[in-house]
């Protein structure tokens, strides 16, 4: 597969994802504040800042409405989900032979929806977020049932997975104080919604429920999240997904220099699939959380290295 290929449907991917994640965080946040007090509030818009990726363009000023049309409306924020629909439909329009007419109609349906003039004066806040989130997994599922799963789907899945994984891992450590600092002390009722809440934040609280039943605890929110092997927002899930990916275009492209990544891959789908939750919570957990993002990162470098941004040299290696 040509590099510029490979490169617009990981990006395509990772950037839909990033949107679909801000829009839920939003949605998430805004619907507590039904619950909060005023106190409250600002510490938890803070965490949504923290959990994006602590954005430089962007503070929190003390009006949750106004940063929610910021993070989803403003073009000229990076990290807007506008911005994320954008970037994603200019890098499937430079593939637009290597995807199904399926996908390309329901990602530049969205692209019109989410740029229209005047939306947000249009629309409840809450109304578009879920405008994005619905038309974002309608373009997964699209994807899946309409597109070959050959070299291009897996590097579609990988800028999936990898953003994903590493959106998780920024979530948990914004949560980081209100999950593990003191776990032994009774949790307070308001502690309770803010656990819900982080699971909400990554689709979970049913899917925690039928597991755990409804038993709110940190070590368990904390494992479900970092170590179940089945539920798609765990960030084992994501890791898993993604190597298999990895695995697949290594065989189907035929590269002989591919170990440096899944070395990578490997280091931190064992690090995910052989610790326990005590492991985890005996070490500094923030500092375990960082170190995914670090791998990830890694990933993604070594990545770009090998299938995108490679020398002549290792193109003649093979």
């Given at each position: 597969?040509?590099?510029?290929?490979?490169?617009?449907?990981?990006?395509?991917?990772?950037?839909?994802?990033?949107?679909?994640?801000?829009?839920?965080?939003?949605?998430?946040?805004?619907?507590?504040?039904?619950?909060?007090?005023?106190?409250?509030?600002?510490?938890?818009?803070?965490?949504?800042?923290?959990?994006?990726?602590?954005?430089?363009?962007?503070?929190?000023?003390?009006?949750?409405?106004?940063?929610?049309?910021?993070?989803?409306?403003?073009?000229?924020?990076?990290?807007?989900?506008?911005?994320?629909?954008?970037?994603?439909r200019e890098n499937s329009r430079h593939v637009r032979?290597?995807?199904?007419?399926?996908?390309?109609?329901?990602?530049?349906?969205?692209?019109?929806?989410?740029?229209?003039?005047?939306?947000?004066?249009?629309?409840?806040?809450?109304?578009?977020?879920?405008?994005?989130?619905?038309?974002?997994?309608?373009?997964?599922?699209?994807?899946?049932?309409?597109?070959?799963?050959?070299?291009?789907?897996?590097?579609?899945?990988?800028?999936?997975?990898?953003?994903?994984?590493?959106?998780?891992?920024?979530?948990?450590?914004?949560?980081?104080?209100?999950?593990?600092?003191?776990?032994?002390?009774?949790?307070?009722?308001?502690?309770?919604?803010?656990?819900?809440?982080?699971?909400?934040?990554?689709?979970?609280?049913?899917?925690?429920?039928?597991?755990?039943?409804?038993?709110?605890?940190?070590?368990?929110?904390?494992?479900?999240?970092?170590?179940?092997?089945?539920?798609?927002?765990?960030?084992?899930?994501?890791?898993?997904?993604?190597?298999?990916?990895?695995?697949?275009?290594?065989?189907?492209?035929?590269?002989?220099?591919?170990?440096?990544?899944?070395?990578?891959?490997?280091?931190?789908?064992?690090?995910?699939?052989?610790?326990?939750?005590?492991?985890?919570?005996?070490?500094?957990?923030?500092?375990?959380?960082?170190?995914?993002?670090?791998?990830?990162?890694?990933?993604?470098?070594?990545?770009?290295?090998?299938?995108?941004?490679?020398?002549?040299?290792?193109?003649?290696?093979?």
């Open positions: 597969m040509l590099s510029r290929v490979a490169d617009s449907l990981y990006w395509m991917s990772r950037y839909l994802e990033r949107a679909e994640h801000t829009a839920r965080l939003l949605d998430v946040n805004l619907n507590l504040m039904l619950d909060e007090s005023s106190a409250s509030s600002g510490l938890r818009w803070e965490r949504v800042l923290h959990a994006i990726g602590a954005p430089h363009d962007v503070e929190w000023n003390g009006d949750p409405y106004a940063l929610t049309q910021t993070l989803s409306h403003d073009a000229q924020k990076k990290g807007s989900i506008v911005s994320c629909i954008v970037a994603a032979e290597q995807i199904s007419t399926e996908q390309w109609h329901q990602l530049n349906s969205l692209y019109l929806q989410a740029t229209r003039p005047n939306l947000q004066n249009e629309i409840d806040p809450t109304e578009f977020l879920q405008l994005v989130m619905d038309s974002i997994h309608q373009f997964q599922g699209i994807t899946d049932s309409t597109m070959s799963h050959g070299e291009g789907w897996h590097f579609i899945q990988v800028g999936r997975f990898i953003e994903r994984a590493t959106a998780t891992a920024m979530l948990l450590e914004a949560y980081h104080e209100d999950l593990w600092i003191h776990p032994e002390r009774i949790p307070e009722g308001s502690e309770y919604l803010e656990w819900m809440g982080l699971l909400r934040s990554a689709t979970a609280f049913e899917a925690y429920c039928k597991v755990y039943t409804a038993d709110l605890s940190p070590e368990k929110v904390l494992e479900f999240l970092l170590l179940d092997p089945r539920f798609p927002h765990s960030l084992r899930f994501a890791i898993d997904t993604m190597q298999n990916a990895l695995e697949a275009i290594q065989q189907e492209s035929g590269k002989q220099r591919a170990e440096p990544l899944h070395r990578l891959a490997g280091r931190l789908h064992a690090m995910l699939s052989f610790s326990s939750i005590d492991d985890i919570l005996n070490q500094d957990a923030v500092t375990v959380l960082q170190n995914i993002q670090a791998q990830c990162r890694a990933i993604h470098n070594t990545i770009y290295e090998l299938y995108i941004d490679y020398s002549i040299q290792i193109a003649l290696a093979g």
